[in-house]
């Protein structure tokens, strides 16, 4: 599968008002729920999330996203809960196309890859001019892997950036802007905000 390419400038990080919200207890839940074995230590209060008071939604993609959605993930880290607005690939299409030829994600913090189910797929970055680094979130919200990943034009021998655990999604970033977004191993997207995988 193929990796999109980064931005030139990310746009402002947009910090909101932290509140308790039953969507993170919710994923508390969740997170009890899941085997045991090489689990991330969590990063940061699993009680505290963000609320969504007159947020300013992500602006429908144009030229060149036209048939990406758009949408506004919550972070919970330890920078606090954090807002993102990303581009969405939920079609084994869009999935494919990620963000390759092109030289900029415009105004969104980043592209989410969206699976049906837990997966193990690498990505590569096959036909992208520019570096990214990438989040492998599993279906827990829970980030188990980030790894910076390098240009690959030609689309000749260009190596696959593997998960350390099976993901569910996948957010992929201009290169180094993983910190600025909130996600490092251990952090959580909280799990009601993400989308879903289209048919």
Do not use: K
Request: aromatic share 8%; net charge negative.
């Amino acid at each position: 599968m193929r990796s999109p390419t980064p931005r030139s400038a990310v746009p402002p990080r947009r910090e909101f008002r932290r509140g308790v919200v039953a969507l993170v207890v919710a994923l508390v839940a969740l997170v009890g729920c899941v085997p045991t074995g090489e689990r991330p230590e969590l990063v940061g209060d699993p009680v505290e999330a963000a609320t969504i008071d007159g947020a300013t939604p992500c602006p429908p993609p144009v030229e060149p996203f036209v048939g990406f959605g758009s949408t506004v993930v919550v972070v919970v880290g330890d920078q606090g809960p954090l807002e993102r607005c990303v581009l969405v690939a939920d079609t084994l299409a869009l999935r494919s196309r990620g963000l390759m030829e092109v030289d900029g994600i415009g105004d969104y913090d980043g592209m989410i890859f969206v699976f049906p189910e837990d997966t193990t797929g690498g990505f590569w970055m096959g036909n992208t001019y520019l570096p990214l680094s990438i989040a492998f979130v599993d279906a827990t919200g829970v980030v188990v892997t980030v790894h910076d990943m390098e240009p690959c034009p030609a689309a000749v021998d260009c190596p696959d950036y593997l998960p350390d655990a099976p993901y569910r999604w996948a957010v992929e970033v201009p290169q180094g802007e993983l910190e600025a977004f909130g996600l490092r191993v251990g952090s959580r997207l909280a799990v009601e905000t993400l989308p879903v995988a289209v048919p």
